[in-house]
């Protein structure tokens, strides 16, 4: 149940990336084609296109959490750490990196409430459309590492491996294993 809960939530922000990307693109392309072409530039391609950018940077991250494909350092946990200690160690930080996603989250509403009378140049709109991105996109990151937490607490009660790595041919491959 969890399971399909955490896919749909994946599902639903892999969809608005792709979205904001295509918007990106999209406007990017039209900002190039009438300024080379037509001589003429349209004035809301470029900040619609830093807008939409803002939005990718904060939502995206999500996905890599969710996925367990986020950045990470794992020099310590290679080095000190083996079996049910490393597991320990990741639902550690993985619960350090929740709290500071919610401290991210409490400031980005309070800064994105700070610039509400601010106006964008060019749209003539409030600048919280664009600062809104860090609140939201922390409280994505923070669903998806509730998800994350919840598997992390599984592997540790189970003593069961979540990634399996496999060497074929020499080349390392990683396949999930589900609990």
Known sequence: MLKKIADAV???LTWISGTLLVGIVLCVVLAVL????IKASIFWTEEVARILFVW???????????????????????????????????LV?????????????????????????????????????MYAALPVGMIFMIITQIFAIIQKV??????????????????????RIEI
Not at 154 to 175: A, F, H, Q, S
């Open 10 to 12: 994946v599902g639903v």
């Open 34 to 37: 009438n300024r080379n072409f």
């Open 56 to 90: 990718f940077g904060m939502v995206s991250p999500a996905i890599g959490i969710a996925k367990d494909q986020h950045f990470r350092s794992s020099y310590l946990s290679d080095r000190f750490f083996k079996g049910r200690i490393e597991n320990i160690y990741y």
């Open 93 to 129: 930080v993985a619960l350090v990196t929740l709290v500071t996603l919610m401290v991210y989250a409490k400031y980005g509403v309070d800064l994105a409430y700070s610039v509400r009378s601010q106006g964008l140049p060019t749209l003539q709109r409030s600048m919280s459309i």
């Open 154 to 175: 599984k592997k540790i009660v189970l003593n069961k491996e979540i990634n399996k790595v496999d060497y074929k041919d020499g080349v390392e491959k990683t396949r």
